[in-house]
């Protein structure tokens, strides 16, 4: 079952980075995998002890929203990503109860997840008009809408030129009517502020650390491995734990150490590249990147707590300010968590997508990148030959459209993605010694 | 009129989006000193449009199975609607468009539109959200954002909306809407008297055509239509057809050919986009707006699943239809998510349903009139 193979698996990592420490990797990883272990401990107890469980998805959508009305939180492709076996997820979402099969590879594991009952069933759900439609709109749409789980839906506004007051606004009003409908809905559940303003202090103390983190990766070599580039998140144990607060600190100390000393993620840094779009999981890309000396010094996806600090869009610059926009005041606490949906660069246009990129790519000295086309990603679709046309141009760097999937790849598809990813790689370093 | 005239007449209402016909309006517009706007989704609020003295051109893809310039944009597993819209823009079909207005209908729909504008760029370009939420909130913001981007369109035009001239543009639309339902209501007939291949003909056509023109040539043909003589099909299967961007007449007639009547669609090109109207009466017609687009008929990009499976059981009964055909377009997603709910209440209901998946040209002819063909054999009506 899913959740005792995340501790067996918790458990065996930390197994594993005693006995075999990687120095390429970071030293606090261990810790990382700890907490995660005591998660999912948590986790498996508070499901058997029948706490109420929501899934409330959506950048700026109720996703800070489950600890302060009082539920347990559950995840759609946080738990997807880690199923041990992708496909028997996928074969039962599709062939049992006909979903789409050509969506992207994070979107069918967790419906698969949740319709073969191995993980809490939520008592509401709710998402925000996703720029990910499968992951962030429709797969937690049709978990509720199929097994009869109260939804709630919550709109943003398209247009990119509409980043301030009134989409502030529009996101922020329906989260009140959220927080009145979970405690209309599931019996019990009452909205504690105190809970959201901890777990908001505790993003202004992060702050800090994730902009520094992203400075740390200019220097060359890049201090972080290209396996710590792509994970997500830099806060294990959700978004109010003490315990991934501490982990930050010393991260980000370890992080400073190997800049100090000069220590690389991979022995000789001979390339930096930025992965974008999405990413395929497995150690194949990983361990190519190490044996080519290729530093992954960015995974860009647009989401996550880095990434609000690349670009200028720092969330946390003073009281006033989210991201470039000055609002002149101070934002109430739902509308800072409402405010991310505005600059999460994933799904506002292709300016949006790409400015920031570029942005990085210049600030990180990168020398190439790589545009991940996913299989069933449909949220840059479109934007490739322009990022790559942009990029190109403004940067003098390549540009490698590498398709692939993030799970479901035979053999011989990952064997030709790897050459051409290989290939490409050792063109951009010949080019570089050049 | 000769019924043979009247045919004529109908024949080419029908063929109004046809490729040869759908830029010829658009240029007729022109030479009337009107600016020509680009639509890829049919939330937009046609009225804005109008009463800022412009005319809006629903975006048709090529329609022929080309994709050799937008394969460079567009991977192949993407929504095909997408693809040969763009097609279009790469081949220089649409030259004639002053602007373009896009939406997030779904993320393919905003990649069109930023892949359209990077290659176009257009002397205007407007995104837009469209209503996904039927509540009070959606349609409170969704009027800010017609108020928006109307002003934004009157500048282009340079002839600013009034509200006189919203409100006339609302009655014109409005006169549309009016027109196409009484061709529905004909639909319900044991013998309709237009089939489903016409009836998507006129409805796209509508999209393309000036107002007045289309209003016209439908005016005089319902009179004729109310008595018009075609072949007795009263034995085959009457059939509600379901499905997203479908504009190509010729589906529907190969589905047609194998032996049913489609006597009614759920389509964003038919009947979605003709039900509600807009209230006439009102002293504010922005809102008024707001307020139809948020309730008409919605798409499965739309949140309200249930409402919206619900709407087509409520068409299947009222258009006694024997059988629903979703023709769900390959890697579109938002119906393909909606699938399994739409499966297992078509079953509850005892409504047959089979879901047949296309391309957007009308490739793979042979496969689709297989299915349909066995589809039809198991609903066992008497012929």
Redesign the interface.
Known sequence: MFIQDQIDNARRRIKNIEENPRPEYMKTNKMRYEIELEEWIELDANWKAGKPFALLTGVGGGGRLERPLGFEACSLSGWGDRVRNPQKYRDLAVSK????D??CDRTLPPVGLYLNGEVPIPRLVSCL?S????EGM??P??IA??MGIP?F?L??????ENLGE?SLR?VA??LE?LIEFAEATVPGIKYDESKLLESLEMDRQAAPYLRDLYELRKRVPCPVASQDAARLGLRPGGDCNPKGMQFLKLYHEEALERAEKGIGGVKEEKLRIVWTSTFNYGRGTMDLLAKKGVSLVWFNNGMGPVSYCAGGLDPYANETTCGEIDFGRKLTPLEEIAAPHMYNTW?H??DAWISPLIKICRELKVDAVVDF?Q??C?????????TADRITKELGIPVLGL?GREHFMTEGEKSLMYQKLEEFLDLCIANKKS | MSDEKMESRLSALVKGNNPENRKKHALEAKKKGKKIIGLQCTYFPVEVIYAAGMHPWRVTGTWDADLSRSI????S???QY?SHA?EAVLRGDVKFLDGVIG??W???R??????WC?ESKPALS????P???KTE??ER?FA??ISEIAAALGDFSGQKMTKESLSQAIKDCNLTRRLVLQLYELRKRPIPPVSGAEVLGITTAAMVMDKDEFNTELQALLPYLEHRQVKDKSGQPRILITSDMLDNPQFLEIIENEGCQIVMDDLDTGSRYFHKLVDEYTADPIAALARRYVWRPADP?A?N??EQIQQIIEWVKDYRADGVIELYE??S??R??????L??EMARQNIPLVRIGRGYDVGNVGQLSTRVGAFLETLGVVV
């Open positions: 109860f006909g979903f789409p050509h969506t008009h720029p990910c439609g499968p429709w797969s749409m049709s809408k199929y939804f839906e709109l943003r506004l398209e247009r990119s009134k529009f009003e329906q009517q799904g246009g292709a086309m299989v069933g449909i949220v840059t679709k479109g934007f490739n030959k322009i398709e | 460079v944009y567009r991977p597993d993407s929504c997408c763009l939406s997030s779904d993320e393919d905003r990649g069109l539109f930023e892949a990077y407007l995104k837009f959200t209503p996904r939420n909130v959606c913001y800010e954002e990009s949140y699943w249930e390959e890697f997603p938002p393909q998510w909606r699938a399994p709910l499966l297992r």
